[in-house]
């Protein structure tokens, strides 16, 4: 394992933003939603690209809170520009599941 020091965790900024819109990625390669995720007056809506299909089915997603990567560049997945990386984890079967807050938080908080 690399390890790494506080100044560069800290460029990276883990916010809490809650999802506004799901809907199957249909011109995605592999199984994926396209989410909007709303993070707050500060940094608002924006767009990502996931493969969360395996356990979640899109209208169970609006209204979730997620943690996402909200300052690496923007890129492009097909013809979606993704603004933000939402987080999650693999389980045993390689389905991937959402990193998510256990308690309702502000949208736009920082992990720290």
Not at 10 to 33: D, N, Q, T
Not at 79 to 92: D, I, K, Q, W, Y
Request: charged share 20%; aromatic share 8%.
């Amino acid at each position: 394992m690399q390890t790494i020091d506080w100044d560069d965790f800290s460029k990276v900024e883990l916010r809490v933003g809650r999802i506004v819109a799901a809907e199957p990625f249909a011109k995605a390669r592999r199984p994926a939603y396209i989410l909007q995720v709303d993070f707050g007056p500060e940094i608002g809506v924006r767009k990502s690209s996931a493969q969360i299909t395996d356990l979640y089915a899109p209208e169970a997603l609006v209204g979730k809170q997620v943690v996402a990567v909200v300052n690496f560049p923007p890129k492009q997945i097909g013809p979606l520009m993704s603004e933000c990386l939402v987080t999650g984890f693999h389980n045993a079967h390689g389905q991937v599941s959402l990193c998510v807050p256990e308690h309702d938080v502000p949208l736009g908080t920082r992990l720290l």
